[in-house]
């Protein structure tokens, strides 16, 4: 899919902002959607964009908080197929400490007692003390990310074709 920028728009972005410009196109197409219309969308981008896209999808929900950062990670696990994508896609980015943190925090949700990944809920982090360490994990988390985001960022940029078009006529 040709996510259009201009070059000289490009070349000011820092990294992580260059990882936002490569997504953020994409929302307005899926937001709201139905699977269908997401799965299409998704069939039309680069293997590249794909990749970013599984990122950006995970983590766009889960930095947003605590919460958001167990839920999410937990909705993740409950699709084997998505999870596993989602950290072969670390792998790709050289993303080493984000993919250490999530495979920690699947470690703890898979060993918490009384608790099924495809029943979860933001009330699990207060009542069970099984999961008392993913607040810790979710600062090591957050800390990482402008890391891992200026990762992402220098990919696209040693591989520009593979995620954007250059127009020079948009500002």
Known sequence: ????????????????????????????????????????????????????????????????????????????????????ELIQVLHYFNADEMRQILLEMEQIIFNAKNLEVSDVSYNDLEKNPDL??????FDKFSEVSPATLNLIGKVIRNNQTAYILFDDKLE
């Open 132 to 137: 008392s360490s993913v607040n810790p994990l």
């Open 1 to 84: 899919m040709n996510i259009k920028i201009n070059r000289q728009v490009f070349n000011t972005l820092e990294d992580t902002q260059l990882v936002r410009a490569c997504f953020e196109p994409l929302v307005p197409l899926i937001r709201g959607k139905s699977q269908r219309i997401k799965e299409e969308v998704y069939g039309q981008l680069t293997p590249e964009q794909k990749k970013l896209f599984i990122f950006n999808a995970y983590y766009n929900h889960a930095s947003n908080s605590l919460a958001e950062f167990y839920w999410w990670s937990a909705y993740y696990l409950s699709q084997p197929k998505i999870w596993s």
